[in-house]
């Protein structure tokens, strides 16, 4: 067991090998954080050093036993916070994205097709007949941690219509995507 009261005052006053224990303890947390693991490894290692220096803001933590629970869940809310600032930077003024981040690390044969699939994507999004349908769509996209009743919120409609609607648009978005001439095996499915 640590002394989390001893590694903080070392960490507070910056001891090498207590930072380091400490940086390889939240990394090793951050991947065990669900939020965290569809950021890439870039965005891992920001959101551990973000960690570090909230924990050099706060020490010392009134309570140190309590270091690993504020541990998980500050980096959950961070995690999550990147990955919506994330989204947000990679959306056109039509909704669209411009272009993942998370992908720009890859071979640039990755790249162009997952380009090629987004365009295809919200080409047939696009193309959805309702507006309501299209504007699910991209709430599904980008705004995956809304829950059923602020999906409804959103769309103006009662929270029992959401699943309904959500069977049709993806149905018709499926149905658009053939129309281009995609199927599931060219959508990474």
Known sequence: MVDFVTLLSRVAGY??????????????????????????????GDLVQTVALLILERVPVRDPACLPGWLATTLARQALRTGAR??????????GPLRDPRVEQCCPETVTLVAERDRALWLAAKRLSSRRSRRLVWLLAFRPELSQRQLADELGIAPGSVGPLRRRSLDALRGQLRTLGYGPADLGR
Do not use: F, M, Y
């Open 15 to 44: 001891d090498e090998p207590a930072w380091r224990w400490l940086l390889g303890e939240i990394s090793r947390v951050a991947h065990r954080v669900p939020a965290a693991s569809r950021l890439c490894e870039a965005d891992r």
């Open 86 to 95: 994330r989204d947000r930077q990679v959306l056109d003024q039509h909704g």
